[in-house]
């Protein structure tokens, strides 16, 4: 099986500062995108540790069953699941150890979403409001479920999503990585077929464009950096809000 992929961020319109970070690693099969928050330079260190402990982690020449310890193994998720989640927890630890270490980082957190594609396994783990998405034919669908009040009340049936997206606390995150001892990534897993797009996201891209924006660009079938491009674009040109950062993977043979 062969990948592509490509990777990009924006600062957007109304920030002075890009907080978000993001690594793409083939030789892993890995990909990773956080959106930090924390004020000043925290939420930028907070994304940057994220992103590469989780590197570093397969990084290491040997990765078995006892490399999830001192975390559980889950003997329900399949092993590349487990060594992705692994990963997120001993980030997660870092960087409240590295917050411990820096009081003026105190508070600091980030999100995360990873994508391992091993074979034609895709697995995605998320913390936080960053997004996974799923383009198969001409179908974009949402696969991660945000980490967020706003969310939570919708799923609930306590809100619908026009009142969400304009509700006061719709930024309120209900999980990160940083803000508490065990920050335990969802999971789900998925077959990864031939021209299917896998599209990672901070929410400087969701909440400036609908799902329907998305799905309209991803159908104009440009390459990956073109994308990429017209969908940071897209979201400047709606408000560029916050820092905008994405990575687009597609399974090509």
Request: proline content about 2%; hydrophobic content about 35%; overall charge negative.
């Amino acid at each position: 099986m062969r990948l592509r992929a490509f990777g990009a961020t924006d600062v957007g319109k109304k920030r002075t500062n890009n907080e978000d970070a993001f690594t793409i690693s083939p030789e892993h099969g890995l990909y990773v995108v956080a959106d930090g928050m924390g004020g000043h330079s925290s939420g930028e260190v907070a994304s940057q540790l994220a992103v590469s402990h989780i590197n570093s982690f397969f990084d290491r020449h040997k990765l078995d069953k006892d490399s999830t310890w001192p975390y559980p193994y889950e003997e329900e998720l399949s092993f590349p699941a487990n060594k992705v989640r692994t990963a997120i927890s001993v980030a997660n630890d870092r960087i409240q150890h590295y917050s411990v270490e820096h009081p003026e980082s105190r508070g600091m957190g980030t999100t995360v979403v990873a994508a391992l594609v091993d074979g034609d396994d895709l697995v995605i783990c998320h913390v936080g409001d960053s997004r996974a998405y799923l383009f198969s034919g001409d179908r974009l669908s949402l696969l991660t479920a945000d980490h967020s009040w706003v969310s939570e009340q919708v799923r609930q049936g306590l809100l619908s999503d026009e009142e969400a997206s304009r509700h006061p606390l719709r930024n309120v995150i209900t999980k990160a990585l940083g803000t508490r001892d065990q920050a335990e990534a969802d999971v789900m897993q998925h077959k990864l077929a031939s021209g299917e797009r896998v599209i990672l996201c901070t929410d400087g891209l969701n909440s400036m464009v609908t799902d329907g924006d998305i799905a309209q660009v991803l159908g104009r079938k440009l390459g990956l950096e073109d994308t990429c491009k017209a969908l940071i674009a897209l979201a400047n040109e709606k408000g560029g809000e916050d820092n905008i950062t994405l990575i687009i993977l597609e399974r090509v043979d």
